[in-house]
C-alpha cells in the first residue's frame, strides 16, 4: 500500500518568490527568468500573490493571484498562471489551488473568480470548465510592439 505525499499548500514568502520562474518556463520557454523575476517584482507591488504547492520543500504547483475592481461586477479574483509540474499532474493540485484561491476570493469579499485560457491549449479549458468556471468571452490581442 502507497502512502500519499504530503503537499502544503501556501501562499509563497518573499524568498520563495525565486521559485516562480523554474515553474513559469514550462508555459512559456521563450522568457528569459531575468524578465520573468522583473515582472514578479511589478506584479508584486500591484498587488499580486502567488500560492504555492509544496512537497519536502519543492514547488511543485504554483497560480498566480490579485484582486481587481470591474465596474460590472465590483470585487474578482484574477487567477493566472496555474502550473502543476508533469510529474504531479495526477495529484488533484491544479483542483486544491483553485479552491483555496475561490475561497480566499469568498473571504476577501470578491464576487467572482476570473481567469484566461489559451484557446490553443483545449486541455486548461476543459478543466476549468469540469471546476464549473463558464467561457463567457474571449481575450482580445493586439501586438503593438
Avoid at 500500500?1 to 515553474?23: F, H, K
Avoid at 461586477?73 to 491544479?94: D, F
Wanted: net charge negative.
Amino acid at each position: 500500500m502507497s502512502v500519499d505525499p504530503v503537499i502544503e499548500l501556501r501562499e509563497l514568502n518573499d524568498a520563495e518568490y525565486a521559485l516562480v520562474p523554474a515553474l513559469f518556463e514550462l508555459l512559456e520557454p521563450g522568457l528569459s527568468s531575468v524578465l520573468i523575476v522583473e515582472r514578479v517584482l511589478l506584479m508584486r507591488a500591484q498587488g499580486w500573490r502567488c500560492l504555492g504547492a509544496f512537497c519536502n520543500q519543492e514547488m511543485i504547483a504554483m497560480a498566480g493571484y490579485s484582486t481587481r475592481i470591474h465596474l460590472f461586477s465590483g470585487p474578482v479574483m484574477y487567477v493566472e498562471n496555474l502550473i502543476v509540474l508533469p510529474s504531479w499532474r495526477a495529484h488533484q493540485l491544479g483542483k486544491r489551488l483553485m479552491h483555496w484561491i475561490e475561497q480566499y476570493a469568498r473571504e476577501s469579499g470578491c464576487q467572482k473568480v476570473t481567469l484566461d485560457a489559451y484557446l490553443s491549449n483545449p486541455a486548461a479549458r476543459a478543466f476549468y470548465e469540469r471546476l464549473g468556471y463558464d467561457p463567457r468571452g474571449v481575450h482580445f490581442v493586439l501586438e503593438i510592439a
